[in-house]
Every structure is written in C-alpha cells, then in structure tokens.
C-alpha cells in the first residue's frame, strides 16, 4: 500500500489531465449505456405503437440517440487523446525523477548493478508504471462513478432491481478482481523480474560477444536466455488464462443481470406498474452496465507487476547518497591545490582497507605520478578527489579548505578526465568530443585529436567527425576509443588533468608519441596533471611519483 500511495504521489502534478482522462472516460461509458438502453426502449415503443395503431413522440428520443452517439464517438476520441497524451507526460516525468535520482548516486550507488538491469529499470519498469493511470486508476474511477449512477437509476424503478444490479457489479467489479489479483501476483511480480533478466543478459552478452565466442560459452548463455524465455512465456499464459476466466465471469454477470431484470420487471409491466418498452430498456441498460467493471479484473491482475516495477524502482532511488552537498559551498578557486592527509578508505565495512594513511599533494601546474598494481587503489584516490566517495578517515584539501565544502559539480568542472573504461555514447564521434566542450571550434577539437593520435584515423573515414561510433564505441578498437576518450579530456577547459592508464593497450612507440604530446599540452597550458599508470611511459618529465601498494 505503502509503494502504491508513492506512485499515487508521482502522478501530482498531473492531476488535472488524470481527472479530464476519468470524465471523458465517465461521459463515453454513460454516452454507451445510454444509448444501448434509449435505443431498445424505442424500438420497442414503436413496435407497440405499430401494433396497436397508436401515434408516438419520435422525435425526443431519437434526438437522444443522435446526442449519445455523438457523444459516445467524441467522447471516445477526447478519452484516447487525453489519456494518451498524459501517458506520455507521466513517462517522460518519471524519466527524469528517475534519472535525477540515480545521478546522485552514482557511482557508488550503482556498481552492483549491471548496465542493462539499470537500462531495464529506466525503460522497462517505467513503462509498466504507466500501467498505473491507464489500467488502474481510470477503469476503477470510471467504475466507482459509474455504478453509483447505475445503482440510483434503478431504485427509482424498483429497490430489488437496484439491489441485484449492485450485487452482480460488486461480484464482477470486486469479487473477480481480488481473485484474479491474488492469483496472479505472484506471476506479475515474475514477469517483471524475469523480463529484467533477459534484458540485462542480453545487453551484457551482445557487449561480451566477442569474448564469448572466443571462450566457447555462447551455447551455455543461449541455453540460459531459452530457459529464462520458457520461464516468461509459462507466467505470461498464466495471467492470460486468468484473464480470460475473469472476462468470462464478467460476461455472465453482464448476461445474468439482464435475464434477472426481465424475470423480475416483467411482474411489473404485467401489474401495469411499468410500460412494457421499459422492460427492454431495463435489460439493455443492466447488460450494457457492466462495461464499467470488465475492465477491473485486468487492473488489479496488473497490480502485481506495478508494485514488483515500482519496487525495482526506488531500490535505485531511495539509496542515500554516498557524499553530502554543503549548505553553503565554497567558490571554486581559479588555481587548485590539492592535499591527501592520512586518508584512508574501504567500500565496505567487512572489506579490508584499499588505502591506509595515504598522503600526498597536487600543487597547482605540477604533474604528479600514482604508480602501483592493479588493485592498489590508484583509482579510487581519484574517485575520492572527485568527491564519487568521501574517506574513511583523514581529509583532502582544497586550497587549505576542506574538499568537503566545496561543490562536487562545481569541483568536476575543473578537472578533466579519461578513466581507464572509456565510455562512447552512441552517436557521433563530434557529438562524443563536444560533451568535453559543446561550443568547441572544429579546429580546437581537430588539436586535441592530434594531440591523441586519432585525427589521422577520424579523418580517413567516410564521413570523419559525423562518423557513427555505436554503442559504448563498438565501432572502434579498444585502442582508438581510448584515444578518443583521451582527446575529449584535453579538448575539456580544465586547469587539472587526470589520465587514468591511457597507454594502457597501445604499443610502445605510440605510447611514448602520445604521452610526450600530452606533456606537452599540459606545460603549455600550465595544467595540473595525475598520472595514473603502471608503466614507465612520460615519468621522466614528472613531478613527483606516488607508488601504492599493499
């Protein structure tokens, strides 16, 4: 209750559209009902009036038809139009609630999971939340509303009608509904997860398909998804199957209201207490009723895979962050120098330390070395200088300031990054660069891939900066990602520096040529630089040299 009062919560600002959806809704449910019920109550009438020869006001209730109609069609159109639009609304809100929350999060707060669960949550689970205002919240408004009108109109025929016509809606409209719910939880909640799985396994396996060719296991992670498959398709049929048996319950109470309102109208029309074209009116108007309440049985079955997605949801969002933003940040000063004093640091509490009383100073133009194997805890002090994590124990300062009182974003602005895993969206190759520097000039962006021994290759493609790179840069070879990755860090207007491995998979003279430009670069600029490596490339001309270990 407590996960579906939040989701509640999350449709706020949108309430407006959500209450015009559930009256148009209303108005096309009453605009059907109306004109199945006023259409056999004049077909009747006329009938009658035929056979006995009598003359009969046509004219009033076929202008009742017309408007229903009318209605019944417009109302149909604004109804899908409204909905749909504030669909579309509600999906692109939670898009971005979502990812204004795992961004505060990250790192820390997403290494345990892989990049396609994440890629699940974000698509997959935000679009069965939007099963919440189409499945749920309309059809049960629409249904709360509608029977309360249905029940009212007929205590004014006979209290017995009204009682029977309340008594099947509520066994159709609640009875079904919570059975269908409680069977086929458990089955929603699996689909979700198990939808979450082969999607994660895919994207992890179509990234790592080279690797698991060479290795032999894509048979074994083929079997995996086709057993996973099965799994999804055997939960699928069962809530299908439910589905099914609810309309099928819903049918016979649509078919059971009416023969019960003929069985127990027709003693009234006999007693000449009710027209006879009433009767058929009271048939018509019990059978159409129900279309308020079929869709119930399917909205609560849909339940269970709204709280399973919703809970996948804010698993992400309600982790605390892994730093605290000051209430009033320092100014971020125009030269940086930075201080590690006796820091220490573990990601877990039962883990044993990565670093232990570390210190070391970055002055501001000089160029220092972290030296060490992997595992030594090279990359976390620069995770820590980027304030992802804070220390254990210890402090790092800025200018004599804690590090601590400044603004991470602000601090990030400052220093430029190539990690050791490059990352390249899938787009171009400029629009890759220009997340370093949007308004960069091509000759600026032309220099830093000099810089970084990729203007040659970029320029011998067909279409050379407009050049597709795919997905996490599948398009290029490791080395050449690296290289970008590295010419998006010094096209980006920063006063430090960090290179994480970047001659890690390159050979030995293309090595040595890029860290001499890179050297270069930063002297010309007066940049700060980290080296963070476990080669001997460019040491020479370096500051001073940090090696890490145990």
């Known amino acids: 209750m407590k996960d579906l ?11 407006a559209w959500v209450g015009l959806g559930i009256f148009l809704s209303f108005v096309t449910l009453m605009a059907n009902v109306g004109l199945m019920a006023i259409s056999g109550w004049f077909i009747t009438a006329m009938a009658i009036a035929g056979v006995a020869g009598l003359s009969i006001n046509y004219f009033t209730p076929a202008a009742l038809i017309r408007l229903f109609a009318i209605l019944r069609t417009t109302g149909r159109y604004g109804e899908r139009l409204v909905t749909h639009d504030t669909t579309f609304r509600i999906l692109a809100e939670l898009r971005v609630w979502f990812y204004q929350r795992i961004e505060i999060i990250a790192p820390a707060g997403l290494e345990n999971y892989h990049s396609g669960d994440v890629l699940s949550r974000i698509r997959a689970d935000i679009d069965t939340l939007n099963l919440l205002y189409l499945r749920l919240v309309v059809p049960l408004a629409v249904a709360l509303l509608a029977s309360l009108v249905f029940v009212i109109s ?44 082969i999607r994660t396994a895919l994207v992890n396996d179509l990234q790592g398909m080279g690797e698991l060719l060479i290795y032999g296991a894509a048979t074994a992670h083929a079997a995996q998804l086709e057993q996973l498959s099965q799994e999804l398709a055997k939960r699928q049929q069962i809530l299908a199957s439910l589905n099914g048996l609810a309309q099928g319950l819903g049918g016979l109470g649509a078919n059971l209201a009416m023969w019960l309102m003929l069985i127990l109208a027709i003693p009234l029309v006999s007693a000449g207490t009710m027209p006879a074209p009433e009767l058929t009116l009271l048939a018509l108007f019990a059978l159409a009723s129900f279309e308020a ?58 883990q044993p330390k990565v670093l232990t009383d570390v210190s070391l100073t970055l002055a501001a133009g000089t160029k220092i070395a972290l030296l060490g194997a992997s595992g030594s805890g090279k990359s ?36 430029a990054v190539a990690p050791q895993q490059s990352f390249l ?93 890179v050297l270069q670069h930063v002297d010309r600029f007066k940049k700060s630089l980290i080296l963070i490596t476990h080669q001997q490339h460019g040491l020479a001309t370096i500051d001073q040299t940090y090696r890490l270990s145990d």
């Open 425 to 517: 969206f899938n787009t171009t190759l400029r629009a890759n660069l220009l997340l370093a520097k949007p308004n960069a000039t091509q000759a600026e962006i032309e220099s830093a891939c000099r810089l970084a021994l990729i203007h040659e290759f970029i320029s011998q493609q067909p279409e050379a900066y407009e050049t597709w790179v795919g997905e996490t840069g599948v398009r290029l070879s490791g080395g050449q990602a690296k290289r970008v990755a590295l010419a998006r860090a010094l096209l980006k207007d920063a006063p430090v520096l960090v290179l994480d491995e970047p001659t890690e998979g390159l050979d030995p003279e293309t090595a040595q040529q890029l860290m001499a430009n």
């Open 5 to 15: 009062l939040r989701l509640l919560g999350l449709l706020q600002p949108y309430w």
């Open 380 to 415: 976390t002090i620069l995770s820590l200088l980027l304030r992802f994590r804070e220390p254990e124990s210890g402090e790092i300062y800025l200018n004599g300031q804690a590090l601590n009182r400044y603004n991470s974003e602000a601090l990030r602005t400052k220093i």
């Open 293 to 350: 309440v079929l869709p119930l049985p399917l909205a609560f079955q849909s339940l269970g895979e709204i709280l399973a997605a919703a809970r996948r949801i804010f698993a992400l969002t309600d982790q605390a962050p892994s730093i605290i933003e000051p209430n009033q940040p320092l100014a971020i000063p125009d030269t940086l120098h930075f201080e590690f004093r006796r820091v220490s640091f573990r990601y877990q509490t039962h």
């Open 154 to 197: 007929l205590l004014f025929y006979h209290p017995l009608l009204a009682l029977v016509e309340l008594s099947l809606l509520l066994l159709v409209g609640v009875l079904v509904p919570l059975l269908t719910q409680a069977w086929g939880h458990a089955s929603g909640a699996k689909v979700v997860s198990l939808t979450a799985q």
